[in-house]
């Protein structure tokens, strides 16, 4: 069964950085996309950033410049390293992986930017 696990969330001030992280386990196949979408209650959750297994990237246009995503592919592992935060990055963010048609998601990491 393939489980996607994230990491790194927190509380940070304006400014700051933070390092999210998600292994996927339970399969020996490197997931052929994977990425980062974020979610507020009462909104519908909106893709972040996606890399390919190749290392091809794409971003949502409020987090170019200030996030980088990456992952190390021998650890089936995807990265988010987020920095100039703002309040508007809060949200609980989410792993989704994509591989042979199927789609997978972890339990999700809260990210809350405050003062």
């Known amino acids: 069964q393939v489980q996607l696990a994230e990491s790194g969330g927190g509380l940070v001030q304006p400014g700051g950085s933070l390092r999210l992280s998600c292994a996927a386990s339970g399969t020996i196949f490197i997931m052929t996309v994977m990425g980062w979408y974020r979610q507020v209650p009462g909104k519908e959750r909106e893709l972040v950033a996606t890399?390919?297994?190749?290392?091809?990237?794409t971003y949502a246009d409020s987090v170019k410049g200030r996030f980088t995503i990456s992952r190390d592919n021998a650890k089936n592992t995807v990265y988010l390293q987020m920095n100039s935060l703002k309040p508007e990055d809060t949200a609980v963010y989410y792993c989704?992986?994509?591989?042979?048609?199927?789609?997978?998601w972890g339990k999700g990491t809260l990210v809350t930017v405050s003062s």
């Open positions: 890399i390919t297994s190749g290392g091809s990237t």
């Open positions: 989704n992986g994509i591989r042979m048609g199927y789609q997978y």
